[in-house]
């Protein structure tokens, strides 16, 4: 296809003038922008702004998917220098917590006088750490977005604890965004809960009866994947004395070895947290028994496809007896 000409032969000398003009003053601006730009200087990427409080813009913060924290694209050449904090390559971190909620039905006696007459359920839904531990060192806010029909259906909890106590008659999807600490420099990442009130299975109908308390969580983990060294010693809880008079791979090293502030699971479940590196492994075994289960049925699958192919095959080319032939 033949390019589109700027200007026909009908352009007259004036506009041919003015276009003329108009590309010097924009190659004029172009030249200006770059002139002092040296083409040899190395570009200056994966830094943080001197201020560690001042937000970054949108631009400038990595995408996130969810609940990974993932690491900026390089920047352009044009993007300045931001200071001197760099990312810790090849590394990530991850902080595990618990959502879910709570449900409690109303006693219709005892059901409070403010509560709506259609509300059947006081509900909480929260964000904590395992065996409540303390996650706010990490965590800065919470933010839960309830049913439209809720009145302030999006509510942001500051602070521990991370939770939100409301009455209801329905199910629905709550969102649940987490926002870091702003020396983290990271997107906020988003997760689901459904809000359950009612119980499931076998014994559905004694907790009815007995008004039990409705308990839905899970278990899951921020990973903070190449964070900024200066997030990466405050989630470790590295003090920057014990870094001086190391050389650079020697740090690296003790970073990547040490680990505090609620970064691993418990070893062993407890009457108040079933979340434990025991469990873990029990389930583990489970996953690689039923593994193993599924390769031996394809296997014996396999072999007998390969029978019948076999028999196929033989019918085609007629070398199998069909037995003696009856007579009239």
């Known amino acids: 296809m033949p390019r589109k000409k700027l200007y026909t032969n009908k352009t007259n000398n004036r506009q041919l003038k003015q276009a003329r003009e108009a590309a010097r003053l924009r190659k004029q601006r172009s030249d200006a922008l770059y002139k002092d730009e040296d083409p040899e200087t190395p570009l200056q990427e994966d830094t943080l702004p001197e201020d560690p409080e001042a937000p970054l813009q949108d631009n400038n913060l990595p995408e996130a998917s969810l609940l990974s924290v993932e690491p900026e694209k390089k920047q352009s050449k044009k993007m300045p220098a931001t200071g001197g904090a760099k990312r810790v390559k090849g590394c ?4 595990p917590f618990v959502f879910g909620s709570t449900a409690t039905p109303f006693d219709p006696a005892k059901k409070p006088a403010n509560v709506p007459i259609e509300h059947t359920h006081q509900w909480t839904v929260f964000v904590k750490g395992i065996d409540d531990a303390d996650i706010s060192y990490w965590l800065k806010k919470v933010q839960f977005k309830l049913h439209e029909t809720y009145d302030n259906s999006t509510r942001v909890i500051e602070g521990p604890p991370f939770e939100v106590t409301e009455t209801g008659w329905g199910e629905f999807d709550i969102q649940i965004k987490l926002f870091f600490l702003p020396e983290c420099h990271e997107k906020p990442v988003t997760t689901w809960h459904q809000l359950k009130l009612h119980p499931y299975g076998e014994d559905a109908e004694k907790q009815k009866e007995e008004r039990a308390t409705i308990v839905s969580k899970n278990f899951d983990e921020v990973v903070f994947n190449e964070p900024y060294d200066n997030w990466f010693a405050w989630l470790t809880g590295r003090a920057e004395k014990e870094m001086k008079g190391k050389g650079k791979g020697a740090a690296n090293a003790a970073l990547v ?5 609620g970064g691993e699971i418990p070893l062993h479940s407890t009457e108040t ?7 873990e492994e029990k389930e583990l075994e489970n996953i690689n028994a039923a593994i193993a289960k599924v390769q031996e049925l394809l ?3 396999a072999i007998g496809l390969k029978d019948v192919e076999e ?6 080319d007629g070398g199998v007896d069909a037995g003696p032939s009856t007579q009239a």
Not at 257 to 261: F, N, V
Request: glycine residues 0%; charged residues 40%.
């Open 257 to 261: 070895k040490s680990i505090a502030r």
């Open 299 to 301: 296997a014996e699958e």
């Open 273 to 279: 947290n079933e979340y434990s590196r025991e469990v």
């Open 92 to 95: 990530s971190i991850a902080r």
């Open 311 to 316: 028999l196929i095959n033989k019918l085609r």
